[in-house]
């Protein structure tokens, strides 16, 4: 950290948005990996299961984070399936199909007519993943037809034929998942995949004109892979994919985990505007799709536990900067999704009788909860500190090796924000929600609140506090409770101090 003073000043300017908060902003990813469905969401054998399998328990603390949309089913698990392995009577689907990542066997019983009513019992829209990698254009085409269709047709008729007459009416589709990577079966070239998509738009939405496209990118990874797709599809490309995840075991490096973040976004926007400058006929920008993010940096595929990550107070913080950077730039960014939902990389972690929510899915309660209306840009003048971060996700980190900077993948930064600060302002509800990261492990930060153009009233403030009094605590199945969420009415003041790493947000009444 710089040797500095830590006083500090927060600038909210109201009458500059950045974009509203609204749309598929806030999605909850259900993958058939590990125990993220089978065994997780979904266990026939728990005691919470109902009479679908579902577990009540699971449901109930996915339904808290009011999720706008659930992606299913991959993830690298698109790559594994024939859709039609994943409708119509579950006694005649296959039991099961081999997971080859890990050799283990995903039961199908949790198929698409099961995850789309789940998302009806949620409230929220599906998000269908298109395996792209094995499968043809036209089987793409075949499985809107199933869900959508409405004429008297093949794959119209088989939805009938097992039982739902009316269409499902999914209007989001991805076309693969990380096709570029050799890690995946059917990988392809840049080429091989934009002439793959341009034959499945084509064919998709022949049948269904108002569906929604995503494309797979490579963002930072691969910014070539983006130039190619984006050039060869911009006449009917609706969105493009980027996926990261972040994360160090040093303190400092996990936080500066949203400036790559941010890097990253500016990179995948630039991609599009040189695409869009290719097409002038085009009048709509492409939507950028944050496909997955998340903490990723300990976990690996493993056949008795698959990614499973237990996640710290450090790591929750992340998440919550991590959010700030999506919220920030909700002009681009059209669909984001938290990845995953349950036991693989999840924010919810189960056994067969317990549930418990990780230390990641409470700032996504407190993000989802309190911010609305649109993002006003917000200014920092303070402390700043120094860390190292992965430009992209490699794997697991080798914590005995977080000290080497001989690595070329890391990017080092010396200009860090120590506070991380999101503003946003519901003018409907007269609530202005000021969010407020402090990225220093041991030092707290006192800082006065300067407001442009918007003038708080009351004598009090609502603030809402993440707990916990440890970077390394964690929410486990023995001790659930380690860390959370207190609420509490605070005298309305024009300084404010953070503790050492927390997480606040005040909600402040306007005029």
């Not at 003073?5 to 259900?30: K, T």
């Not at 990988?187 to 998509?197: F, G, P, R």
């Not at 317990?354 to 911010?371: A, E, F, I, M, N």
């Not at 001989?406 to 924000?417: I, M, P, Q, V, Y």
Request: hydrophobic fraction near 40%.
């Amino acid at each position: 950290m710089n040797d500095q003073s830590h006083d500090a000043q927060i600038f909210v300017f109201a009458g500059q948005e950045l974009g509203p908060i609204n749309g598929r902003l806030f999605g909850q990813f259900l993958e058939i990996a590990g125990r993220c469905v089978n065994d997780g969401i979904y266990d026939p054998q728990s005691p919470h299961a109902r009479a679908d399998g579902v577990r009540t328990d699971v449901l109930e603390a996915i339904a808290e984070l009011n999720p706008t949309h659930i992606r299913y089913p991959g993830g690298c698990g698109t790559a594994y399936f024939d859709w039609q392995e994943l409708v119509g009577p579950v006694d005649q689907r296959p039991r099961a199909k081999l997971f080859r990542y890990t050799a283990v066997p995903q039961a199908t019983a949790f198929g698409i007519p099961e995850a789309w009513a789940l998302t009806q019992e949620l409230g929220c829209e599906l998000y269908m993943s298109v395996n792209a990698h094995t499968q043809t254009p036209e089987d793409a085409a075949n499985l809107v037809e199933y869900l959508n269709g409405t004429t008297p047709t093949k794959y119209a008729d088989l939805r009938r034929a097992h039982g739902r007459e009316e269409p499902y009416n999914v209007k989001l589709f991805g076309l693969g998942n990380e096709i570029y990577g050799d890690w995946q079966p059917g990988a392809k070239t840049a080429d091989e995949y934009v002439a793959w998509c341009r034959e499945a738009i084509t064919q998709m939405k022949n049948v269904d004109p108002e569906i929604e496209l995503i494309v797979c990118g490579a963002g930072r990874f691969d910014p070539d892979w983006d130039r190619t797709v984006l050039k060869g599809l911009i006449d009917r490309v609706d969105m493009i994919s980027m996926h990261n995840y972040f994360g160090r075991p040093l303190f400092a490096d996990a936080m500066a985990g949203s400036r790559v973040c941010d890097t990253m976004i500016q990179w995948s926007n630039l991609a599009i505007d040189e695409a869009m400058d290719t097409d002038r006929s085009r009048k709509k920008r492409p939507g950028l799709v944050f496909d997955e993010w998340n903490v990723w940096y300990r976990a690996t595929h493993l056949p008795e536990a698959d990614n499973e990550e237990i996640y710290d107070y450090a790591d929750a913080l992340v998440v919550a900067s991590l959010l700030h950077c999506i919220l920030r730039n909700t002009s681009t960014i059209t669909v984001a999704n938290f990845s995953l939902a349950v036991n693989v990389l999840g924010a919810i972690f189960t056994d067969p009788k317990r549930c418990v929510r990780q230390t990641v899915w409470y700032p996504q309660k407190l993000v989802r909860d309190l911010h609305a209306g649109a993002v006003v840009r917000t200014m920092y003048d303070g402390p700043t500190f120094s860390a190292k971060h992965g430009r992209y996700f490699e794997g697991v980190v080798d914590v005995s090796a977080t000290h080497d900077e001989a690595s070329d993948t890391l990017l080092r930064f010396d200009d860090l924000e120590a506070l991380d600060v999101l503003t946003s302002i519901d003018r409907a509800a007269r609530v202005m929600t000021v969010s407020v990261v402090n990225k220093l492990e041991h030092q707290p930060i006192t800082a006065k609140l300067n407001f442009h153009g918007v003038e708080p009233t009351g004598d009090t403030v609502r603030v809402h506090r993440l707990t916990g009094d440890d970077p390394r605590a964690s929410n486990t199945l023995d001790s659930p409770d380690n860390v959370g969420i207190e609420s509490t009415e605070a005298p309305r003041s024009h300084t404010v101090t953070f503790p050492p790493a927390s997480y606040t947000l005040m909600q402040f009444t306007i005029k």
